[in-house]
């Protein structure tokens, strides 16, 4: 099969995830105009603040590239370097009234050995209730070996127990594209997957752990890192410094293509 050919038809693969997965959009969502593929960057703007550098295409149409090793950006209590839109403290919300559904074509563009998260609900302070890693680790995944250029795509889900379920969702090499769509509804969460290898993946519709403060949406590239001689989780950035030399992990990209958020 030639090189065309297999674009073309992880093309129609990821395609066919947005079509599979979405719920009918109301007409009339800000940012996002009847037969446009892509929240404009006025809508993103306007929820949504930047950690690192500018991720957006000139002009903007509907990709964002992310790079945790370019923008080298530090949070208090991060576990590695980040590059990240978030949602911004004067638009987040509770849990039971978080409604929003994002969706987008995804490439990393990563050295074997890494792991990076591109979307996640973070509860204010330092929880998360939902993770979607990109990761080439030792894990039990569809693959789960360490180093070997095959990273899988695994989202983490807070379940009422407070318990992070982990769902296996697809594999990919770096440079190859897979469609994610993540909904929130409510305290009802929801991951689901489409890549060439592997098809449509998705978790369950899951009740996250009940939580009294606002949540709020990430995506990009937060590029994890730990300490290198006993992997315990570090927030200091010339030890991940040391992480990355040691597993040669120099550069990183996260490609979002066709990127939609909407709230309802």
């Known amino acids: 099969?030639?090189?065309?050919?297999?674009?073309?038809?992880?093309?129609?693969?990821?395609?066919?995830?947005?079509?599979?997965?979405?719920?009918?959009?109301?007409?009339?969502?800000?940012?996002?105009?009847?037969?446009?593929?892509?929240?404009?960057?006025?809508?993103?703007?306007?929820l949504f603040e930047l950690e690192g550098r500018t991720p957006y295409s000139m002009p903007h149409d509907g990709t964002l590239n992310f790079s945790a090793m370019a923008s080298k950006h530090v949070t208090p209590n991060g576990h590695g370097y980040r590059n990240e839109l978030k949602i911004s403290d004067a638009n987040r919300l509770p849990v039971e009234q978080t409604r929003e559904h994002f969706s987008a074509l995804v490439t990393p563009t990563l050295p074997a050995g890494a792991r990076t998260i591109v979307a996640q609900y973070h509860v204010v302070g330092i929880e998360t209730i939902v993770k979607v890693y990109v990761q080439d680790i030792a894990e039990p995944a569809l693959d789960g070996k360490a180093g070997n250029g095959v990273f899988d795509v695994v989202a983490r889900i807070r379940d009422t127990s407070g318990r992070d379920v982990p769902t296996a969702l697809g594999t990919v090499?770096?440079?190859?594209?897979?469609?994610?769509?993540?909904?929130?509804?409510?305290?009802?969460?929801?991951?689901?997957?489409?890549?060439?290898?592997?098809?449509?993946?998705?978790?369950?519709?899951?009740?996250?752990?009940?939580?009294?403060?606002?949540?709020?949406?990430?995506?990009?590239?937060?590029?994890?890192?730990?300490?290198?001689?006993?992997?315990?989780?570090?927030?200091?950035?010339?030890?991940w410094d040391a992480y990355y030399q040691?597993?040669?992990?120099?550069?990183?990209?996260?490609?979002?293509?066709?990127?939609?958020?909407?709230r309802h």
């Open 1 to 46: 099969m030639s090189i065309t050919q297999r674009t073309l038809g992880l093309s129609i693969v990821c395609a066919g995830l947005l079509a599979a997965v979405a719920q009918a959009v109301p007409a009339g969502v800000p940012g996002t105009p009847d037969g446009q593929n892509f929240t404009s960057r006025e809508a993103l703007d306007s």
């Open 173 to 239: 090499k770096s440079g190859e594209q897979f469609a994610l769509d993540v909904r929130f509804d409510g305290g009802e969460a929801s991951v689901a997957v489409k890549s060439a290898k592997h098809g449509l993946l998705q978790t369950p519709r899951t009740r996250v752990k009940s939580d009294t403060r606002k949540i709020y949406f990430k995506f990009g590239d937060y590029l994890q890192a730990r300490e290198p001689d006993t992997g315990a989780m570090t927030s200091k950035p010339a030890v």
């Open 246 to 262: 040691r597993h040669g992990i120099g550069d990183s990209l996260i490609s979002f293509k066709e990127t939609k958020f909407e």
